[in-house]
Nanobody, 116 residues
Framework: QVQLVESGGGLVQPGGSLRLSCAAS????????MTWYRQAPGKERVLVAHISNTGGVTTYADSVLGRVTISRDNAKNTVYLQMNSLKPEDTAVYYC?????????WGQGTQVTVSS
């Protein structure tokens, strides 16, 4: 079955960096685009970044454009989210998402807290 396992979250000071990873299994990873979402306390889950199956096309939310880079390693079945210049408003649980055959699959999420 599909499994998505996020890691790499933590507590970081404003201006710092983190790299999140999402290890995928149970499907043909190289055939599907992957997406990172985040959900801040009391707010809806929102899209952060998307990458096509080959990695050739990426899209970003305006709020993270220029500070975040999504990438993938199809040999390792892993998608990454490099986050730089982090701000307190980036504090959220970050989720990896696969949409396949009309269904959404989610990981358990990884907490990112940006605070001094």
């Amino acid at each position: 079955q599909v499994q998505l396992v996020e890691s790499g979250g933590g507590l970081v000071q404003p201006g710092g960096s983190l790299r999140l990873s999402c290890a995928a299994s149970g499907f043909t990873f190289s055939a599907y685009g992957m997406t990172w979402y985040r959900q801040a306390p009391g707010k809806e889950r929102v899209l952060v970044a998307h990458i096509s199956n080959t990695g050739g096309v990426t899209t970003y939310a305006d709020s993270v454009l220029g500070r975040v880079t999504i990438s993938r390693d199809n040999a390792k079945n892993t998608v990454y989210l490099q986050m730089n210049s982090l701000k307190p408003e980036d504090t959220a649980v970050y989720y990896c998402n696969l949409r396949m055959s009309g269904l959404n699959y989610w990981g358990q999420g990884t907490q990112v807290t940006v605070s001094s």
